[in-house]
């Protein structure tokens, strides 16, 4: 991203694991400047102070937890979440960063409730370059960004806690319990129960299907970074 002219700032927040200290110190040495930050008190007034003085800064290491609400403000105004890996799904982070009206950057590891393009961005490899291009397209369209903003936050109204309940757990814990009572549902409630979770449609309208897509722009790093373009 510098190369091109751009000047990012990476806020990243890992987890315990020695591996962040490896991608940090990789980070250092391709002659990235990074920082570390506690936060010292909660909420956003302690988010706001950690990020006072950044001038010349490229990574933004957090080492304290983010409360819900700092992270509800910081996933909402930078201009991207990047929430990519190869290796295991980054799903609420991706719900997350679209219930607060961001901009989610996944990849291929199961989020399939993102469509790349309308509500989400996706990644299909783990070359700095596709980054570039599909973010890059997003930053010139201002249009774009926000319907893909306002796409994210109707998307995440179908995976409350409500919706899950009623739509995937309960249903399923009806067919456990006729399983261990060797009984079945009967096919015309089953028909029934099917009718009101499939969307309405007529000869005319398609449905356009989740795609699961995903990768890594960095190579090996598993930090959730949201990125700042400033």
């Known amino acids: 991203m510098k190369r091109v002219g751009w000047q990012p700032l990476l806020i990243a927040r890992g987890g315990v694991e020695s591996y962040g200290a490896e991608v940090l110190a990789a980070a250092a040495r391709a002659g990235l400047r990074v920082v570390d930050r506690l936060l010292r008190q909660p909420g956003v007034r302690g988010l706001m102070q950690a990020l006072e003085g950044l001038g010349e800064i490229d990574i933004l290491n957090l080492c304290s937890p983010l409360d819900p609400e700092g992270r509800l403000v910081l996933f909402h105004s930078v201009a991207a979440v990047l929430a990519n890996s190869q290796h295991e799904p980054f799903g609420l982070v991706g719900l997350e960063t679209m219930a607060a009206g961001g901009v989610a950057c996944i990849g291929y590891t199961g989020e399939d409730y993102a469509v790349p393009g309308h509500n989400a961005l996706a990644l299909e490899t783990n070359d700095p370059q596709e980054f570039l291009d599909v973010f890059g397209m997003l930053r010139l369209n201002p249009t774009m960004e926000r319907a893909l903003r306002r796409a994210g936050r109707v998307t995440t109204q179908h995976y409350t806690w409500s ?64 990125v700042e373009v400033r």
Do not use: D, F
């Not at 309208?205 to 989740?210: C, G, K, R, V």
């Open 163 to 226: 919706q899950i309940m009623h739509h995937i757990l309960l249903p399923r814990l009806h067919l456990i319990a006729c399983s261990a009572n060797g009984t079945k549902t009967a096919p015309h409630e089953r028909r029934k129960r099917e009718a009101k979770l499939l969307p309405t449609t007529s000869p005319q309208t398609s449905i356009l299907a989740p795609v699961k897509v995903e990768p890594q722009m960095l190579n090996g790093g598993e930090q959730r970074a949201p």
